[in-house]
């Protein structure tokens, strides 16, 4: 690429300061010049402990500096729309935060507004950055599982901090939000399909009302069955399988995949229940939120494919849309 994009950050967000920003950074497609907060000394503190050049003290003075050409946004969910839109009208590219939107209906606003100002907005699902997971795709592809069947996916953290945006309802808290997403969008890139009907049971927190626990089972019109849970007040866990009738893989870190160490998955042949035909792919330690930054950077100078498009994103809103409405009604749902 003959120049890098120059970036801006909205917000101080941790997952910007500690993960996303300082990977981007490191890229030599990306120029991270400006991050902006609602306080300017928050957004100080956080340009001197990163090295960026300018702090803002509102959103809208960094979406007016005409240096700026794409924008990240790490914010609370309720306002990825709001600021994306705000963004794409003042002329810059925006990657934001998953989930792109609190419904699809909302996702879908995004459309008309990148179409008519050319701007592209990518959901910064990084797993699909991820060359473990561009992997477990090629290997279901080519029938080393045999016909895919199953998949079993889990999530959980712990976290009950009534401060944490997370745990707030009304700016877009909850498991399904925060983790649910990416056991949707994994199952839905393996399979290559929407899934057709799902049902869920969701527990909340009775004092935060938060979806805290939440199962759910899908299935795609192939017959392939996707059962996953997550939840936000469990011990950590996350694990992906998927099943076919000769075989299975197992990402052993399918969403947090770490920057400091090779990924591993595992493909077992099933031959016998402790293991015996194990198989163990190492990839080259890679940082995920690195190649998410150079991956949307490429698209932008047109260099690149847009890895996670719009109608995708609204794709993924609707199983979100249809686990709350499960969960609401105890029925089976249409997605
Ligand atoms: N891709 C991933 O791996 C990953 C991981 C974690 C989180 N996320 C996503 O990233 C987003 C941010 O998560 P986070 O945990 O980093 O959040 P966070 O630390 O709580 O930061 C959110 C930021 O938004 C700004 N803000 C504006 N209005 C706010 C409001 N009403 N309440 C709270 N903050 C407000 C604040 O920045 P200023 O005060 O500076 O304006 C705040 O620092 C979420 O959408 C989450 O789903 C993604």
Known sequence: MNKPVNWGVISTAKIGRVHVVPAMMKSRVVNMMAVASRDVAAAQAYADELGIATAYGSYEELLADPEIEAVYNPLPNHLHVPVTIQALEAGKHVLCEKPIALTAAEAETLVDVSNRTGKIVEEAFM??????????????????I???????????YFNDDPANIRNKVDIGGGGIYDIGCYLITTSRLVTGQEPDRLAAVI??????????LTSAIMTFPGGVQATWMCSTQM????????VGTTGRIEVEVP???????????FIDDGQD??????KTEEFPTVDQYMLQG???????RNEGPVTVSLENSIANMRVIDAVFNAGKTGQWVDV
């Open 127 to 144: 797993v699909r950055h991820n060359p473990q997971w561009m992997r477990v795709v090629e290997l279901v592809k080519t029938g080393a």
């Open 294 to 300: 150079e991956g949307v950077s490429r698209a932008i």
């Open 255 to 265: 969403f947090n995949a770490p920057n400091d160490r090779p990924s591993r998955i």
């Open 235 to 242: 011990n950590l866990r996350q694990r992906m399988n998927f």
């Open 273 to 278: 229940n402790f293991g015996s035909g194990l």
């Open 146 to 156: 045999g016909e895919l069947r199953a998949i079993q996916g889990m999530f959980s």
């Open 203 to 212: 527990d909340r927190d009775p004092v935060m009302k938060t979806d805290r």
